[in-house]
């Protein structure tokens, strides 16, 4: 298989594997604790936005719907998901794929709090890391936990299909 083509499944694969750890890790907490994880539905709102010129919200809960916005925040989630693999991929080199540690895969997840944090919570009126929701720090050790979960995804997506391919 051509290198590139190659860095392209294994980042989808890895990549969508993770996110759905990720999103495994937001359902056990909705179920068992009861605790609200991020509608994907306000990404899709925030990027349905953007051809008009609006990046930013007063707060993206008040800004208008758009058509489309639920499968166009999960399709974004997924996408964002596999873009963070394939910066793994790309740093770490394709035999982390078919050996993968841990170390790796932990560190990207966590670096990933950044796209939240300094992108889009300040985007979505929530301010520089949740600083203007109502429970701030709870709001950051929750995202914390989120990515944390995806960096373990990561690990295991690749265990998962380093075995197959």
């Not at 989808?12 to 907490?29: E, H, K, P, Q, S």
């Not at 990046?55 to 925040?73: A, D």
């Not at 300094?118 to 995202?143: D, E, T």
């Amino acid at each position: 298989m051509n290198e590139l083509v190659e860095l392209v499944v294994k980042a989808f694969l890895i990549g969508c594997g993770a996110t759905v750890v990720m999103d495994l890790w937001a359902l056990f907490l909705k179920s068992v604790f009861k605790l609200p994880s991020l509608n994907y539905a306000f990404v899709g709102r925030w990027l349905g936005h953007m051809p008009q010129g609006k990046f930013t919200h007063n707060t993206i809960v008040e800004s208008p719907p758009v058509r489309g916005e639920r499968l166009m925040g999960w399709g974004a989630h997924y996408a964002i998901g596999v873009a963070f693999a394939l910066v793994l991929l790309v740093f770490w080199g394709l035999d982390w794929a078919k050996h993968p540690t841990f170390f790796p895969a932990i560190f990207i997840g966590v670096v990933t709090i950044v796209a939240p944090f300094f992108l889009m919570q300040p985007c979505f009126g929530f301010g520089v890391a949740a600083k203007r929701l109502p429970r701030p720090n709870f709001s950051r050790l929750l995202s914390l936990g989120s990515h944390s979960a995806y960096g373990v995804g990561l690990y295991l997506a690749a265990l998962f299909w380093g075995n197959l391919l």
